[in-house]
């Protein structure tokens, strides 16, 4: 069986932000069953129409990137009850056509949204939005389980890092539904 690539992307550039940290805790929850690579888009410039054709090196990355994944996990923050303005730009240029024979290569591909906040929604309302973008691109968005974690200093250690005490088995159970979510698509494909 081939081994499946998962590509996390998180919605904040901040390097120990608490939705990489989120990500890196599912990188561990899956461990050698997936090739499990958090996307660097920091240097992504803003969409511009007058820069797409032809697409800045750092376009061409992150699209590469995401073609070569077999499932796009995100990891969502949440500001004003939105997803992040980065996320947002990313997604503008990975909804763009590569060439005139080279649809968007989001076009098809198995998703999972997660996030985690200070806040008491738990991303659950930013999440909605980018679910119903990602949808909208037609990507194969697996709806349920979902991971919301509200109140993110109660899931913080002495250190002020995630620790995930009490969101774990569910984090636990979304790497897995993934895990087969994509597999299926893999073998379906095949």
């Not at 998180?10 to 990489?20: E, I, P, T």
């Not at 024979?101 to 998703?111: C, D, S």
């Not at 159970?173 to 073998?187: P, S």
């Amino acid at each position: 069986m081939k081994k499946i690539k998962i590509l996390a992307i998180v919605g904040s550039l901040r390097k120990d932000s608490l939705n990489r940290q989120l990500a890196l805790a599912a990188k561990d929850i899956i461990g050698d069953r997936a090739d499990f690579e958090i996307l660097e888009y920091a240097d992504v410039p803003l969409m511009n129409e007058d820069i797409e054709f032809p697409a800045t090196e750092p376009v061409k990355r992150v699209r590469e990137k995401v073609k070569e994944a077999d499932g796009i996990w995100f990891f969502s923050p949440e500001y004003n009850h939105f997803f992040s303005g980065v996320l947002k730009n990313l997604i503008d240029w990975l909804s763009r056509p590569v060439s005139d024979e080279e649809p968007y290569v989001l076009y098809g591909k198995p998703a999972a949204v997660s996030g985690i906040s200070l806040g008491m929604s738990g991303t659950g309302i930013a999440q909605d939005h980018l679910v119903t973008l990602i949808s909208f691109l037609n990507m194969d968005v697996m709806n349920v389980p979902r991971v919301t974690i509200p109140n993110a200093t109660e899931q913080l250690d002495d250190r002020g890092k995630l620790a995930l005490t009490e969101s774990y088995p569910f984090l636990e159970e979304q790497a897995n539904a993934l895990m087969d979510f994509v597999q299926r698509r893999v073998k379906d494909g095949d």
